[in-house]
Nanobody, 124 residues
Framework: QVQLVESGGGLAQAGGSRRLSCAAS????????MGWFRQAPGKEREFVAA????????YSADSVKGRFTISKDNALNMVYLQMNNLKPEDTAVYYC?????????????????WGQGTQVTVSS
């Protein structure tokens, strides 16, 4: 099993920045990919960004491309989401997720473990 704990959520102003962190523990050596998803009130969960544990590439949703960056620190078993130029429409609960098998990393169904989520609220 893999345990995931997100942190770093909170309030931000439009145009501001925030960095989310995800601490992974357990069978992290067997992890294929890590991803960030978000869910706004009344909306379905949507993909934000993801990367294989190998770090060979990153993949981001068009809505955040150029503003959000996913990264990781293997030594610390941490995954980060740097969010710049935040917009009110980025307001959501952000979830970290771990995929244990090689699957398409932009789909939530590819992930086996999820964190509890952290709220990000962007004011205009």
């Amino acid at each position: 099993q893999v345990q995931l704990v997100e942190s770093g959520g909170g309030l931000a102003q439009a145009g501001g920045s925030r960095r989310l962190s995800c601490a992974a523990s357990g069978r992290t050596s067997s992890t294929y990919a890590m991803g960030w998803f978000r869910q706004a009130p009344g909306k379905e969960r949507e993909f934000v960004a993801a990367m294989p544990w190998s770090g060979e590439y990153t993949y981001s949703a068009d809505s955040v491309k150029g503003r959000f960056t996913i990264s990781k620190d293997n030594a610390l078993n941490m995954v980060y989401l740097q969010m710049n130029n935040l917009k009110p429409e980025d307001t959501a609960v952000y979830y970290c997720a771990a995929a244990m098998a090689r699957r398409a990393i932009m789909y939530g169904r590819s992930y086996d473990y999820w964190g509890q989520g952290t709220q990000v609220t962007v004011s205009s």
